[in-house]
């Protein structure tokens, strides 16, 4: 009787402890199934930072390729006004006079060169010296992307929606926007950068910056 009873005793033990085993067991798998969502998503968001860098990257020869062609195609005819298929407006803009167009191409040049902390500090004096210049649009422009090859995003951000808001019908403000989306990305504001992105592609339908945004849209779902 004593025997059985230890044994029934060991048994009842056994029986108890068992749930709590497995109870553990599951408790790791989870804890692994976790971790691997984790390094997934870590995954996902690093490849898609990748892709939407090399995007920017492929732009920026873009619009230099672009900026290469307006040249040349300026050279061939005279300064006048010239309308893209969206309906923005753009010019062969200049400066009021002397000084002010020597103003603005000094805070170009630093940008053409890559100097783009010159670039910043050049073109923000030029806008404070004038602000009602028809050049200020673009200078607005090159501010802010030289606040975004500086990784001042903030700044960027700041510079390029002002720029689209006071200029819609610029040509550079969809290009503004396309910056201004990039910029929070790196700032890790996926759904702002979401935002901007559909927004050009609603307000600036038909142009180049509506199809890059459209490429970038479908690179962050």
């Given at each position: 009787m004593k025997a059985f009873f230890s044994k029934c005793l060991l048994a009842s033990v056994l029986a108890a402890s068992a749930p709590i085993a497995y109870a553990f067991t599951d408790s790791e798998a989870r804890e692994a199934i976790i971790q691997l969502r984790q390094q997934v998503?870590?995954?996902?968001?690093?490849?898609q930072r990748a892709n939407i860098q090399l995007a920017s990257r492929i732009d920026q020869l873009e619009q230099e390729v672009a900026r290469i062609r307006g040249q040349l195609e300026e050279m061939g005819r005279p300064t006048s006004a010239v309308t893209s298929g969206s309906g923005l407006t753009g010019s062969s803009e200049k400066g009021a006079n002397a000084a002010e167009q020597s103003a603005f191409d000094t805070g170009l040049e630093?940008?053409?060169k890559s100097e783009f902390k010159e670039s910043e500090a050049s073109l923000g004096a030029f806008l404070t010296l004038y602000p009602k210049s028809p050049l200020a649009p673009t200078a607005l422009f090159y501010q802010g992307s030289s606040s975004y090859a500086l990784k001042d995003f903030k700044a960027a951000i700041t510079q390029l929606q002002g720029m689209a808001k006071q200029f819609p019908d610029h040509a550079r403000a969809p290009d503004a926007l396309l910056v201004v989306a990039g910029s929070q990305f790196e700032l890790n504001n996926r759904t702002a950068s979401k935002n901007t992105l559909q927004k050009i592609i609603k307000d600036y339908?038909?142009?180049?910056?509506?199809?890059?945004?459209a490429k970038r849209l479908k690179l962050l779902s």
């Open positions: 998503r870590d995954l996902t968001e690093i490849s630093f940008f053409r339908p038909k142009t180049p910056a509506a199809d890059t945004a």
